[in-house]
Nanobody, 116 residues
Framework: QVQLVESGGGLVQAGGSLRLSCAAS????????MGWYRQAPGKQRELVATITSGGRTRYGDFVQGRFTISRDNAKNTVYLQMNSLKPEDTAVYYCKLSRELRYEYWGQGTQVTVSS
């Protein structure tokens, strides 16, 4: 079993920045994807950003250059730098570690609240 521990959420004013971190309790293998998803009240969970172990990234359409995902493979950690935050970014942000058809782990979520 792998635990994912997220940190860095909180309350910020519109236009501000936050940096989320997610650390996996152990390494499973060298080929996987780590990423961030979010879920706002009454809405479906949606992709924010993912990054493969090789560094290939993917972002949700709403990001529009405001967020940057990165990872430190040696520390089994993924980061999400969020700039120019908007009130509509308010949600619970979840970390995910996965390898297609093999495994999928989720963190417990961290609240991000952006005030106007």
């Amino acid at each position: 079993q792998v635990q994912l521990v997220e940190s860095g959420g909180g309350l910020v004013q519109a236009g501000g920045s936050l940096r989320l971190s997610c650390a996996a309790s152990r390494s499973i293998d060298s080929i996987n994807t780590m990423g961030w998803y979010r879920q706002a009240p009454g809405k479906q969970r949606e992709l924010v950003a993912t990054i493969t172990s090789g560094g290939r990234t993917r972002y949700g359409d709403f990001v529009q250059g405001r967020f940057t995902i990165s990872r430190d493979n040696a520390k089994n950690t993924v980061y999400l730098q969020m700039n120019s935050l908007k009130p509509e970014d308010t949600a619970v942000y979840y970390c995910k570690l996965s390898r297609e058809l093999r495994y999928e782990y989720w963190g417990q979520g961290t609240q991000v609240t952006v005030s106007s």
